[in-house]
Structures are given as structure tokens and as C-alpha cells.
């Protein structure tokens, strides 16, 4: 098969444009990829692409992240097997490209690989480390999603098999996709830093927060069995509560 077996969405509104180079670039270390630019028409990025930080742009046509995530999704070569997206802000780790898809290649039964991830501030100084676990994927049913989608990678056989990103969903359209996913195929952990997560202090407000939480207990609810939903009020408290309190936690430490 010729043309890139992997491949990585980047949407972005091209307002912080140097961490958009920090973040293509991340890309391009981490292994070989075709990176694809989602953004407004006006955002000109041939000077990207003629450095070879990007392979492409489309003009985004939605309104909203997971749109803009899934236009580039279906404009991806036919020849990509894997699959992702980046934020642009967000950075991947060391080999992560290499490792999630070598991943793949060896484990035809999963349908997603996910591993550990940083939580970096502004200056890229690290104010938390997600040590996630193979337990984070049976957790999530249940509990908070625990499961970085920085450095994770979809199998596109296995997406194709789910609904896609839930475009009614503002925070939680990832937990969702893992959710799909776990339906099709394995979720399955490697013990590796793949990628880092920046946390903007000026956008962590209560509130958002609050609505964060609130959402992904929407989206754990809609895909227990519906004869357990019900019942599911007596552990959604606690887990709101437990979510709501370690974001608290790291927000603190990126104040710092």
C-alpha cells in the first residue's frame, strides 16, 4: 500500500500560532504521519506546509471542535490506517507515533491505543503527570475518564465501525469515542509518556469546569445498559464530585 499509513488532525483557529509550530512540530518527531491543518478559510497556512511542518489544510465548514475534527477525518488518504487528532496547543512525546502504531500493527484487536500523558502550563513547565493505566478502560464506564486523548490512536477500521465525534458535545466528545470504541475492538494501554496536555489557566473557570463534569456523566449514562441507568444516580455523585475535585487540583498547581 502506497501513501501514509498514519495520520494526525490539527484543528486550530490559527490565533496562537506559536504553539501551533510547537505542536506541528511535535508531530513530526514523533514518527511519520500525514498532518492535516483544519481551520478557517482565512487562516493561511502554506508557509507551514512549504516547511514541511503540515501536508495539508481544509477550510473548515462547522461550528464547533469535533466538527472541525471529523472534516479532516474524511479527508484523510484512503491509504491512512491510523488515526488521531492534536489540539493545537498540545504537544506529542518523544517516539509516541512510533510506538501507538507499531502498537497496532502487532494487536489487530484493538481498536484504540492510549498511554500516559503531561500536564504542561504556558511555558511548558509540567504542573501534573497522568499516570494512566490499563484500568482506566474498564473505569470508564463507570468512573472519570482517566484515558488521555493526547497521544492516543484509533484504528480507522475500528472508527468507522463507531458514530464518529458527537458534535452536540462541547468537553466530553472524546470520552464519548472511547466509549464507541471499546465496543468494537480493545482499549489498550502502553506504559509510555505520549503526549502533553497544556492547561490554560485563563480558560479553567468554575463554570466550566461544572459543565465539563456534567457532561461527561451525560455521556457515561448513555452508554450503560438502559435498565442500570436509573440505579446510576447512586455512584454519579460521588464520581462528579471526585472528577470536579481533581481538576481543582491541577488547576491550583497550574496557577502556580
Known amino acids: 500500500m502506497t501513501g501514509p499509513r498514519t495520520a494526525v488532525v490539527v484543528p486550530t483557529l490559527g490565533e496562537r500560532p506559536e504553539y501551533l509550530e510547537q505542536a506541528l512540530r511535535s508531530i513530526r518527531d514523533a514518527g511519520d504521519a500525514w ?23 481544509v477550510d473548515e465548514t462547522g461550528r464547533s471542535l469535533p ?5 479532516g477525518f474524511a479527508a484523510l488518504p484512503n491509504s491512512v490506517e491510523y488515526l488521531s487528532w492534536l489540539g493545537d496547543d498540545d504537544l506529542l512525546r518523544g517516539d509516541s507515533l512510533r510506538i501507538t502504531s507499531d ?3 502487532e494487536h489487530p484487536r484493538s481498536s484504540a491505543v492510549y498511554g500516559r500523558c ?7 513547565d509540567l504542573v501534573w503527570h497522568n499516570r494512566s493505566g490499563a484500568w482506566a478502560a474498564p473505569l470508564l ?12 490512536l484509533f484504528r480507522r477500521e475500528s472508527y468507522r465501525q463507531t458514530d464518529g465525534l458527537r458534535t452536540d458535545l462541547g468537553w466530553a466528545f472524546d470520552m464519548d469515542i472511547f466509549l464507541q470504541l471499546a465496543r468494537v475492538g480493545r482499549l489498550s494501554y502502553v506504559p509510555r509518556t505520549l503526549a502533553a496536555f497544556r492547561w490554560h489557566t485563563e480558560s479553567l473557570s468554575v463554570a466550566q469546569r461544572g459543565r465539563s463534569v456534567a457532561e461527561a456523566s451525560q455521556v457515561r449514562r448513555a452508554h450503560l445498559p438502559r435498565i442500570v441507568r436509573p440505579i446510576s444516580v447512586l455512584w454519579e455523585g460521588p464520581v462528579r464530585w471526585a472528577t470536579h475535585r481533581a481538576g481543582s487540583v491541577v488547576i491550583k498547581g497550574a496557577k502556580k
Open 67 to 71: 466538527e472541525a475534527i471529523e472534516q
Open 35 to 57: 498532518i492535516l491543518i483544519v481551520a478557517p478559510a482565512r487562516f493561511d497556512a502554506s508557509d507551514l506546509i512549504a516547511s514541511g511542518l503540515a501536508d495539508e489544510k
Open 118 to 124: 503531561d500536564y504542561i502550563n504556558e511555558n511548558n
Open 141 to 152: 464506564r463507570v468512573g472519570p475518564d482517566l484515558i488521555p486523548q493526547p497521544g492516543s
Open 103 to 105: 502498537f497496532l500493527d
